[in-house]
């Protein structure tokens, strides 16, 4: 079998292409990696030697393909050649194939048994059907502008209503464009309030050129063997409104307050103002501090050798994509998961067939370089979106413009401005990107001013999410303010103060001081105990990754931690974390926590996330194979490990200790047995540890569901996963457009088992928590609350607003609501009931 080696500037991208890799083809190829240099502080380069060793690590009488990302790798590569044996340097082949879809294309096809030639030719043409392919006998045939479905079979056809607020803006275009592609049909999509399209369903550009709004009515045709099951799936998507609620997309914001409600502010002598739009509120007083992002223009000239231009411009695009995944996941783990987003539509703005076959024929017919190419087409479609009547979706224009930005500088060796303030500062601008603004140090930012922009601007979302006080659209007079100078922002009333007189400071001050109290008695109130109106107490927790996690999570309002996923220890990494890592890692957080409960989940991983230390076997289905605590039994030296970790970090602290994948109670026995044995190893050795560590286990099975009162008896609580236990119970994957409507944990067949797990956990005297994402939904708390849960465990922007809706709650009610949901035949109908009550 071909071997594969991975060369990357990045360790860390060379293991996510590993990990894409394993999941594809369920460990079955030989790869190696070689990402990184070993330097602590610049560990991003390429090592010739180490590709060397990568190379025959896999080497094998078939031959070895090696993949690069950019510049030094393809050097490094080549020097690695020189060094292997003459004989095996035939044998070793150097694909020129994008690395991230040309890894999984080669990967599939050595798996199969493919000679090397056809294994790197696949990889070649890896991109074609998304107009990026870099071999020479391979065209691009540019998508069509207005397409009409031309595949076999019939043409189906659906007409639905939009009801969500906003349209379909940017995210809910991300998601119609993600779920479009993962059919083979040709799909169309037709604005038909406007008389709009047909346009690429699978085209995010496209798609946001209907400007399609609120109660707008859409037509969608497909035509494929699975167009059937492409208009189930998208029907659904716009039925459920996208995710969001019809009064507006859910927004996870800090628990801060409004400014409270004052009067405006009258003109007065020695004071100067502009008006602009306010998108958040706040008062702020400071010095000035002026940016100017340095726009970059892009040159114009004749290039001769096309083909490599276009592979200029894929390296950037892969690059600009790289940068915008570590973006939405610092702006995930910052600000909310809903922010967040705004990156990945950026992301598919890279990977749109219509946007990159334009560019690509630019280049191609024109001769024309990289940068105009792409200049010219981010432009392009622009204006489309700058021209359209809802304010909404022409806004979204200065994403594209951003998008535009960051290749260009990719491509010309640019480096982006860096905002670096000395001191707490007021930022004024012309404009701000999503980018700039996901990237400030919210603890020198005082407020945000500026020039141009309005309300509706990704920028303007981020800074409401942030906290931060902004006006924006304040007309180019703003600009004139002088670097340093004194002005004031209110975010409430959309004023600018440029001059203040000592009179206006000191009201203007008193102010703030009110807002900041204000602010204070929010989050005390997100601080507060979870407790029904009828005085029934609940514990609301988090769910976290890290010792970050854990600080935004009591700063939220959690009571604890419900679930440490402790997998982020292992991946990324070429060997198992040792003992004392990880009992740094547990006793920091433990810190932060103090004495609050801390349930640390061991290890849960299998063929799915695939650890080169493990010799994970090939499986057909990983999520129904050797995976949680299944693998942890067979990995003893492993296992013990971290729990000897867990236990060294919990005296003086409330540590519980949970096992995930148990499905039986042979399973509860095997791991009580080997916890009891590495005390009796730490007692040996006069290591403290907490004896009275509380054990539970995850019911994510369904037969831990229905066997939990035998299973109760052996532990000292349950958490429910509502996640795995949905697919699980539905046999429907969570990530499978097709099914995963069905694997909805407010199915009654779900609350059914929720119920009896707790009813079971009760009788035999334990409590029962749930970590699911049904637990941060406050439509389902009235449900969760009434069937006797004790623990609500969430993502932490969550909880300020399920302590909101359960403090509306009387206990006896929420029973009532649980005892008539139960009796419903339908998620929907339980979502609708839920909803009704709400009115």
């Known amino acids: 079998m071909v071997g594969l080696v991975i060369v990357s500037h990045s360790e860390k991208l060379a293991q996510g292409v590993l990990e894409l890799i394993s999941q594809m083809t369920q460990g079955k190829v030989n790869i190696a990696i070689a990402g990184g240099i070993d330097d602590p502080d610049n560990p991003i380069g390429t090592d010739a030697m180490k590709v060397m060793q990568a190379i025959e690590e896999v080497y094998s009488e078939d031959g070895v393909l090696v993949l690069m990302d950019l510049g030094s790798a393809l050097l490094s590569a080549e020097m690695a050649l020189e060094f292997i044996a003459p004989e095996q340097q035939d044998k070793v082949m150097l694909c020129a194939a994008p690395l991230v879809e040309g890894a999984l294309a080669a990967a599939v096809q050595a798996s199969i048994g493919s000679p090397l030639e056809v294994v790197c030719q696949e990889a070649k043409a890896a991109l074609q059907a998304k107009y990026i392919q870099l071999g020479e006998e391979l065209e691009i045939q540019a998508a069509a502008a207005t397409p009409v479905p031309t595949g076999e079979g019939p ?21 119609f464009v993600a779920t479009a592609s993962e059919f083979r049909s040709e799909i ?35 035509q494929g063997e699975d167009a059937e099951s492409a208009l189930a799936a998208l029907s659904k998507l716009i039925a459920d409104n996208f995710g969001e609620p019809e009064e507006g997309p859910i927004v996870e914001v800090s628990p801060v307050a409004e400014v409270p409600t004052m009067e405006l502010l009258e003109p007065q002598a020695g004071t100067s103002y502009v008006k602009g739009v306010p998108v958040a509120p706040g008062i702020a007083l400071g010095p000035a501090y002026l940016f100017e992002a340095p726009y970059v223009e892009a040159p114009v000239y004749k290039v001769a050798d096309t083909e490599a231009e276009f592979r200029r411009l894929s390296e950037a695009l892969n690059a600009a994509n790289h940068e915008l995944r570590i973006l939405h996941n610092q702006t995930a783990r910052q600000v909310g998961a809903y922010e967040a987003d705004i990156f990945e539509a950026q992301r598919l703005y890279l990977e749109d067939p219509e946007l990159l076959a334009s560019a690509r024929q630019r280049i191609m017919d024109e001769n024309l370089n990289a940068e105009a190419a792409w200049d010219a087409v981010v432009k392009e479609m622009g204006q489309q979106l700058s021209q359209l009547d809802d304010p909404y979706l022409s806004a979204r224009a200065a994403d594209v413009d951003d998008i535009g930005q960051r290749v260009l500088r990719l491509l010309l060796g640019a480096g982006s401005a860096k905002l670096s303030f000395a001191e707490p500062a007021i930022l004024i601008a012309g404009e701000l990107s999503p980018s700039d603004v996901a990237q400030l140090d919210t603890t020198k930012v005082l407020a945000i001013c500026t020039a141009f922009g309005g309300s509706t601007s990704h920028a303007a979302i981020l800074a409401r999410a942030l906290g931060i006080p902004a006006v924006v659209g304040c007309g180019a007079e703003v600009l004139q303010v002088a670097p340093g100078v004194e002005i004031a922002i209110d975010g409430r009333a959309g004023l600018v103060y440029t001059e203040l007189s000592a009179e206006r400071r000191e009201e203007l001050s008193r102010r703030r001081e009110a807002w900041l109290e204000a602010q204070a008695a929010a989050l005390a109130a997100a601080l507060a105990p979870a407790v029904t109106q009828d005085g029934h107490r609940v514990e609301i927790v988090a769910n976290i990754g890290s010792m970050d996690d854990a600080r935004k999570a009591i700063n939220y309002g959690a009571e604890g931690v419900g679930l440490l996923r402790t997998e982020f220890l292992y991946l990324e990494r070429q060997e198992p974390p040792t003992e004392d890592e990880q009992f740094e890692i547990y006793k920091g957080i433990a810190d932060v926590l103090e004495s609050r409960p801390f349930v640390i989940r061991t290890l849960d991983i299998g063929g799915d996330k695939p650890l080169p230390y493990i010799d994970t076997p090939a499986e057909a289905n990983p999520f129904l194979g050797w995976r949680g605590i299944r693998l942890c039994l067979d990995r003893i030296d492993l296992f013990k ?28 026995r095997a791991v009580k ?50 996640n795995d236990l949905s697919q699980y119970t539905y046999a429907a994957d969570r990530g499978n457009a097709q099914v995963n409507h069905l694997a909805d944990a407010l199915n009654p067949a779900v609350l059914r088992l929720i119920g009896r797990v707790i009813t079971a956990a009760h009788q035999a005297g334990i409590w029962v928590g749930l970590c699911g994402e049904l637990a941060g939904s406050p439509l389902a708390a009235p449900v969760l609350l009434g069937l006797g849960l004790d623990e609500f465990s969430m993502a932490s922007p969550a909880i300020p607003e399920v302590k909101q809706q359960i403090a509306k709650l009387s206990f006896v009610k929420a029973q009532s609501i649980a005892h008539k949901v139960l009796d419903l035949d339908s998620a929907s109908a339980v979502r609708e009931y839920l909803e009704s009550l709400e009115e």
């Not at 690429?200 to 550009?205: D, M, Q, T, V």
């Open 155 to 175: 043409q189906h056809e659906v007409s639905l209503f939009v009801h969500n607020r906003l349209g379909i803006h940017l995210r809910p275009a991300s998601q």
């Open 188 to 222: 169309a999509l037709f604005n038909l309030t406007t008389g709009r399209g047909p346009v690429n369903a699978k085209s995010l550009g496209q798609v946001n050129t209907l400007g399609v709004r609120y109660n707008h009515e859409v037509k969608i045709t497909a």
């Open 641 to 668: 490990t971290q729990l000897r970790a867990i236990l060294r970090a919990s005296p003086g602290h409330q540590f519980k200790v949970m096992f995930p994948m148990v499905s039986n109670l042979d399973e509860i």
């Open 673 to 722: 047995a080997l916890l009891a044995e590495v005390q009796d190893e730490l007692q040996e050795a006069r290591v403290p540890f907490d004896p009275e560590i509380e054990v539970g286990i995850m019911v994510e099975v369904p037969a831990a569901a229905v066997l939990a009162d035998q299973l109760a008896q052996h532990v000292d609580f349950f958490s429910i996963g509502t």
